[in-house]
């Protein structure tokens, strides 16, 4: 069994580090305080106390993003916040129904005292899943089902394409993909290096509470690497023009994402099956990674290409 502990306890999970023990039995258990949680429509999950201006801001989120049908079990879903790594000011939220993850967003905390969304997604596996984790630690070999080990585990999180567990064992470190929990080729260093190229890199538009999704289109997955066009020399396809972009994906035509956020070391290919448009302009690409995953298209055009 996988002992999740936090060291707080706190009315707003703080959980930026956590234990893991590994012994031999079968199930997965959670070790926590309470999470800060809430029925999106439900007024017998209201609070004694009012809510946290985050809390109100993600019910508004919420509320915007279920009108549409990949989102319809957020309105009846619980919430769960907890901070997101150390020194982001963010925050990961998750959604679960009947016991299940169904759905996670990312929140960013802005200058002016507001919040911005970030990431977001829909599917079993959200960002930073345990479940994930453990199985590729037993599947990689560094941990054993049945011999108790004692590992640290702590959130990262920079870009949706620079996310990840830093998992200590013993006196060795590794990486993993926050999303798909695959083992990554970097270390302390290049973590850091990627840190100082992201300063000043470009942030999705604001979505207000009058903001509203004008478009959502979604199509078939693929499997991006049934067509290698960043490797022989294709032109990149011209995503920052939104209307081609809308156009080649209203047609259902396949489109890659690829990025090599720590340089030659680490290269994703993300099969693009979808975008959605708020009435602010924002447009947010949905990527099939574990699950349906959308990220604001200006934050994937800085850090990668789109290729047919």
């Known amino acids: 069994m996988w002992l999740f502990a936090s060291s707080k306890q706190s009315r707003m999970r703080a959980c930026r580090r956590f234990a893991i023990t590994v012994a031999a039995l079968a199930s ?38 279920s009108e549409r049908k990949p989102f319809h079990g957020w309105q009846s879903a619980d919430s769960q916040i907890e901070a997101l790594g150390p020194g982001t000011h963010s925050w990961l939220v998750l959604f679960t129904k009947d016991g299940h993850d169904i759905g996670y967003m990312v929140v960013h905390a802005v200058t002016d005292g507001t919040f911005r ?17 453990k199985r590729s630690l037993i599947d990689s070999g560094l941990v054993s089902e049945n011999r108790a080990e004692a590992i640290t585990a702590v959130k990262h999180y920079l870009h949706p394409f620079s996310a990840a567990w830093e998992v200590s064992i013993g006196n060795d470190t590794y990486w993993f993909d926050a999303k798909t929990a695959e083992q990554l080729p970097v270390d302390r260093k290049n973590w850091n290096d990627r840190l100082s ?15 509203r999704v004008e478009t959502l289109q979604m199509n078939e997955s693929f499997d991006p690497y049934d067509r290698l066009s960043w490797l ?43 975008y959605q448009r708020w009435s602010n302009g924002r447009v947010d690409i949905a990527m099939d ?4 995953r959308f990220a604001p298209l200006d934050a994937l055009l800085d850090q990668g290409q789109f290729y047919r």
């Not at 190229?197 to 903001?211: I, Q, R, W």
């Open 289 to 292: 990674m574990n699950g349906t």
């Open 197 to 211: 190229s992201l300063h000043g890199a470009s942030e999705a538009a604001p979505v207000s509470k009058e903001a």
């Open 117 to 133: 969304l970030g990431e977001y997604g829909v599917g079993a596996f959200p960002l930073f899943s345990p479940q994930l984790l």
């Open 28 to 65: 997965l258990a959670l070790y926590a305080a309470p999470p800060t949680a809430y029925a999106a429509n439900s007024e017998s999950a209201s609070r004694a106390s009012a809510p946290s201006r985050l809390e109100r801001q993600v019910q508004d989120w919420v509320a915007q993003l």
């Open 232 to 274: 022989t020399k294709e032109t990149p396809f011209r995503a920052k023009d939104v209307d081609l972009l809308q156009k080649r994906l209203n047609q259902g035509k396949p489109l890659r994402y690829v990025t090599e956020p720590f340089g030659d070391a680490m290269l994703y290919a993300v099969a693009v099956i979808g």
